[in-house]
C-alpha cells in the first residue's frame, strides 16, 4: 500500500513569514511529485511539481525534493492571506496510471494578518 | 485556454434516483480521472481512463457506479439508485500524459435527499 502522509494542520504562520509544508512518500520508485492549492469549497489548483532532487523556484514558491530521505517539500515566501488554503502533496510512481498516483489528504495552512 | 468543465456544477436528487455527470477534458490530454471529496475529507479515486486502454475501475465503491468515455475526450460517471452517503463532490481531471500533472474541473456538488 503506497503511503503519502502530510501533517493535517492546521499550520499557522504570521504574514510575511516563510510557510514550510512537508510531505513524506512510501513508494521508493516514486519520480513524479506535485503540490496542489485548495481553497474551500474549490478544486484543487497544481501549484508545483518537481521530478529532480533539489529545489525547484517559481516566484514565492519553492518545491524541495530529497528522494533518498523520501520527502518532498513546499516553501512559501513572503506568506499571504489569500495563501490560507488546503495544500496537497501528490506522489506518482514510474509507471503512471491511476495506482501510481496516491495524493495525501492535505495540510490545512492559515496564514495570520 | 479551455480547462476541464464539469456539468451540472450542482445537483440534488432524491435518494433512489439515477445521476449521470459530465466531463470535458482538456483538448488532446489522454488521461482522465475522477475522483470524490467528501466534506473536510480527502480525495477518493474512482476510476481512471488512459487513451484507448480499458478503464481502471478499482476505486468505484459499488456496482451502482458506472462511467464511460467516448471517443476518448467526454466521460460520463453514472450513479444509479443514489443513497444519501453518495452526496459529495465529484471531481474530474486530466492529465497530457500518464505522469504529467493533473489538471482539476471545478466539480460536481451533488446532495441525495
Known amino acids: 500500500q503506497k503511503e503519502v502522509e502530510q501533517n493535517s494542520g492546521p499550520l499557522s504562520v504570521p504574514e510575511g513569514a516563510i510557510a514550510s509544508l512537508n510531505c513524506t512518500y512510501s513508494d521508493r520508485g516514486s519520480q513524479s511529485f506535485f503540490w496542489y492549492r485548495q481553497y474551500s469549497g474549490k478544486s484543487p489548483e497544481l501549484i508545483m511539481f518537481?521530478?529532480?532532487?533539489g529545489d525547484k523556484e517559481d516566484g514565492r514558491f519553492t518545491a524541495q525534493l530529497n528522494k533518498a530521505s523520501q520527502y518532498v517539500s513546499l516553501l512559501i515566501r513572503d506568506s499571504q492571506p489569500s495563501d490560507s488554503a488546503t495544500y496537497l502533496c501528490a506522489v506518482n510512481d514510474s509507471g503512471g496510471g491511476a495506482d501510481g498516483l496516491t495524493f495525501g489528504k492535505g495540510t490545512h495552512l492559515i496564514i495570520q494578518p | 485556454g479551455a480547462g476541464v468543465s464539469q456539468s451540472p456544477s450542482n445537483k440534488v436528487t432524491e435518494k433512489g434516483k439515477d445521476v449521470e455527470l459530465r466531463c470535458d477534458p482538456i483538448?488532446?490530454?489522454?488521461?482522465l480521472y475522477w475522483y470524490r471529496q467528501s466534506l473536510g475529507q480527502g480525495l477518493e479515486f474512482l476510476i481512471y481512463?488512459?487513451?484507448?486502454?480499458?478503464?481502471?475501475k478499482s476505486g468505484l465503491p459499488s456496482d451502482r457506479f458506472s462511467a464511460e468515455r467516448t471517443g476518448g475526450s467526454v466521460s460520463t460517471l453514472t450513479i444509479q439508485r443514489t443513497q444519501q452517503e453518495d452526496s459529495a463532490v465529484y471531481l474530474c481531471?486530466?492529465?497530457?500524459?500518464?505522469?504529467?500533472?493533473?489538471?482539476f474541473g471545478n466539480g460536481t456538488r451533488l446532495t441525495v435527499t
Open positions: 518537481i521530478y529532480s532532487n
Open positions: 481531471a486530466s492529465s497530457l500524459a500518464e505522469n504529467s500533472p493533473l489538471h
Open positions: 483538448s488532446g490530454h489522454t488521461a
Open positions: 481512463f488512459q487513451g484507448n486502454s480499458a478503464p481502471d
